[in-house]
């Protein structure tokens, strides 16, 4: 149950992104791990099924995240493909089919024409553009205010959204995010998660902050030392 807070504006894109995965799944950091089927794109890569979660692309200025959805997928488990490639085809300028073979998924996808996010439920397959402004997005949908974690965070992101000339906009929002991290990791309202007692094995891994516009593409991640709790690497 990932979380991404992005902040639009005409040509331009901020993110900051927060996975949350199992940590026996394997991974990799931020990296270029995939020099021949995708040369030139960056992301943090699932080890297992060889996808990524986010994944950047300097040269067309693009970035995409993947959010794992409930869905009433009736395939066999078998005939599931990994979502892990959506994010980097996204990038590389090709959209999920109309009805493809995987779970769930919400896919932010961020860019000089704009942001929008891409759902799948199972049975259909919908579009939502992403206006200028601040937006969040969890496991439902855009600035959804049954989710517990917008409801509570997404006011205050808007409050601490920096300068656009600022070239360390990221640091108010990562201070709030550290100040999240005072919450209950299985609170609802926790952005940084365990969500071992909703039923999944998942904690929350790292973070990035992104930036899309004019000038080209920024990207940075940083684990957390202490999966499910604010305590960074460095």
Do not use: K
Request: contains cysteine; hydrophobic residues 40%.
């Amino acid at each position: 149950m990932c979380t991404v807070v992005i902040d639009v504006e005409p040509g331009a894109a901020r993110l900051l992104a927060v996975r949350d995965e199992d940590p026996q799944r394997e991974w990799d950091r931020l990296g270029p791990w995939w020099p021949e089927t995708y040369p030139g794109v960056i992301g943090v890569r699932d080890r297992r099924a060889g996808g990524a979660w986010l994944a950047a692309n300097p040269a067309t200025r693009r970035i995409a995240v993947l959010l794992n959805r409930a869905d009433t997928v009736a395939l066999p488990e078998h005939e599931v493909h990994t979502r892990g490639f959506l994010v980097l085809d996204a990038v590389t300028g090709t959209e999920p089919a109309a009805h493809p073979r995987t779970h769930g998924f919400n896919l932010l996808e961020a860019g000089p024409d704009g942001a929008r996010v891409i759902s799948w439920n199972g049975v259909s397959r919908t579009e939502t553009p992403i206006g200028p402004g601040v937006h969040m997005i969890a496991h439902d949908g855009l600035d959804d205010p049954q989710t517990a974690r917008i409801a509570h965070w997404l006011p205050q992101f808007r409050a601490r959204t920096s300068d656009a000339a600022d070239d360390r906009w990221w640091d108010d929002w990562v201070q709030l995010l550290a100040e999240s991290g005072d919450m209950p990791a299985e609170d609802d309202r926790a952005i940084i998660r365990d969500n071992r007692p909703h039923g999944y094995p998942t904690l929350s891994l790292l973070y990035c902050v992104a930036e899309v516009g004019a000038d080209g593409l920024r990207i940075h991640d940083e684990p957390f030392a202490d999966p499910g709790h604010w305590s960074t690497a460095h």
